[in-house]
């Protein structure tokens, strides 16, 4: 189940919701020279200092905005070696929207 509340709270930043955007599509979105190979950006999320590296924030901005979205159940992250990678829950956002349709 969605909790629309904590989903509009989270959206309710810009540059979250600019993450959001870019993760939608990160092969048009960001520079994935940087990601380690064999990563599929799509599947496995993209790397958060190519997040940081796009957003132009510090590390410490940037995680945080990245664990506000996961605890709103709007990305998912992975460990692959030393780094985490971050991509949209889809799943999610679709039953968000579709809640959110219903309720208006």
């Given amino acids: 189940m969605v909790n629309i509340s904590e ?44 997040i940081q590296e796009k957003t132009g924030l510090s590390q410490s901005t940037v995680s945080s905005y990245l664990s506000n979205l996961q605890r709103a159940n709007l990305v998912e992250s992975k460990r692959i070696g030393s780094w985490t990678y971050y991509r949209r829950n889809d799943a999610l956002i679709e039953q968000f929207l579709q809640e959110l349709a219903q309720s208006l």
């Fill in 7 to 50: 989903v509009l709270k989270s959206i309710n930043n810009p540059v979250r919701r600019d993450m959001l955007h870019w993760l939608k599509e990160p092969q048009h979105n960001f520079n994935l020279d940087k990601q380690l190979p064999g990563v599929d950006p799509k599947l496995d999320g993209v790397c958060v200092s190519i």
